[in-house]
């Protein structure tokens, strides 16, 4: 599967972004999708999962109670609403996709997954 994120840019910090990644070449209504992070200078990151068929969604602490991750298999995609953003927020944004067999504690990492976007990079001002 192909994934196309969007919807990055500059905000000034408590402001809020959605991010979308749309998905094409096959469907992805079966699999786990993933939001990651990575900052200058830092190893990858992960933001938020959610796991095919409604088996729940996960967040890393630092996005817990602020981001909220969503999916549209209608649509073939899925968004990442962000919001009271902080400064350390700032990073390029990737989403991902991986098949349905991984198990939970993978859906945490990067090898969980097998299909990336090219990310959309998110600035948060002070």
């Known amino acids: 599967v192909q994934l196309q994120a969007s919807g990055g840019g500059l905000v000034q910090a408590g402001g809020s972004l959605r991010l979308s990644c749309a998905a094409s070449g096959s469907t992805i209504r079966n699999s786990n999708l993933g939001w990651f992070r990575q900052a200058p200078g830092k190893e990858r990151e992960f933001v938020g999962g959610?796991?095919?068929?409604?088996?729940?969604?996960y967040y890393a602490d630092s996005a817990k109670g602020r981001f909220t991750l969503s999916r549209d298999n209608a649509q073939n995609t899925f968004n990442l609403q962000m919001n009271s953003l902080k400064p350390e927020d700032t990073a390029l944004y990737l989403c991902?996709?991986?098949?349905?067999?991984?198990?939970?504690?993978?859906?945490?990492?990067?090898?969980?997954?097998?299909?990336w976007g090219q990310g959309t990079l998110v600035t948060v001002s002070s």
């Open positions: 959610i796991r095919w068929g409604g088996r729940g969604t």
């Open positions: 991902a996709a991986g098949p349905k067999s991984r198990i939970l504690s993978e859906l945490w990492s990067p090898r969980g997954y097998d299909d």
